[in-house]
């Protein structure tokens, strides 16, 4: 009788657990997520990040990646730049939180020229140490819990982030781990629409704080040879930024001959 009583409550414990997890906020998976990178207190303790590794382009093309990041003094904003380099040819990128600028020497360039506001805004979202996700609160942006979705055979939870401009970012965090394994961005970039899915894996703790060192973006549902893929060797914490690292460089004087 005492095994028969416990094997009919199976039902009943189990809708009681189900209940629970829809009962579940968009703010309760976003605190999972901040613990399972690290917390808050190491979390902010880093206040630049570099990283090095490879970029492979499609077409098979590899470049040697650098990217650092840094926190600035104001507000949840990040400066970036990331220098992607090929048989003695560098494309920077690169964001001081204001503006944003290139320098692409294979489009025949080899001064720096002002990215536009759209793509600015862009890059200064990938500037982000802590992610969109965990910055959502500091930059004003709503975040919402929309169930559970496949990702290649795991049930993620679905988070969607909503920007005041009304760029979107959806997060697919691991039901067992909370690390998000993709994200969707849906943004404006010179009134075209743009939907881009970024895939996160290979997890490696930095300063007591998870990073992912595999990065593949594409399209949305495009082909994997299609995608730009990342893979980080290795990653520092509280690295010494050189000064105007991230500044734009001045063009230079021109003859007066």
């Known amino acids: ?14 809708c009681s657990f189900v209940a629970a997890a829809h009962a579940q906020t968009a703010e309760d998976f976003v605190a999972q997520n901040l613990t399972a990178r690290g917390g808050a207190d190491k979390l902010a303790a880093i206040r630049s990040y570099v990283t090095k590794g490879e970029m492979r382009l499609p077409g098979d093309f590899k470049l040697a990646y650098t990217e650092t990041k840094s926190r600035l003094d104001s507000g949840a904003a990040c400066a970036v730049r990331i220098d992607a380099a090929i048989q003695g040819l560098t494309v920077v990128q690169a964001y001081d939180g204001k503006s944003g600028w290139r320098i692409n020497p294979f489009e025949g360039r080899k001064d720096a020229e002002l990215m536009g506001a759209d793509e600015a805004r862009a890059l200064g979202d990938e500037a982000l140490i802590d992610g969109e996700l965990l910055s959502a609160t500091a930059k004003g942006s709503k975040v919402e819990y929309l169930g559970r979705e496949d990702i290649d055979g795991t049930q993620a939870y679905k988070l969607r982030v909503s920007q005041t401009d009304g760029t979107m970012f959806t997060y697919y965090l691991d039901p067992d781990v909370y ?64 000064p105007g690292l991230f500044a734009m460089p001045a063009a230079p004087v021109a003859s007066t001959k």
């Open 1 to 14: 009788m005492r095994w028969r009583s416990i094997a009919a409550l199976g039902p009943i414990l189990l």
């Open 179 to 242: 690390l998000e394994i993709r994200v969707i961005e849906d943004r404006t970039i010179r009134g075209a629409e743009q939907e881009t899915q970024t895939d996160f894996g290979d997890y490696e703790k930095v300063a007591g704080v998870y990073f992912p060192f595999s990065i593949a973006s594409g399209p949305k549902n495009s082909a994997d040879s299609d995608k730009q893929v990342i893979t980080i060797a290795s990653g520092e914490a509280n690295v010494a930024v050189p």
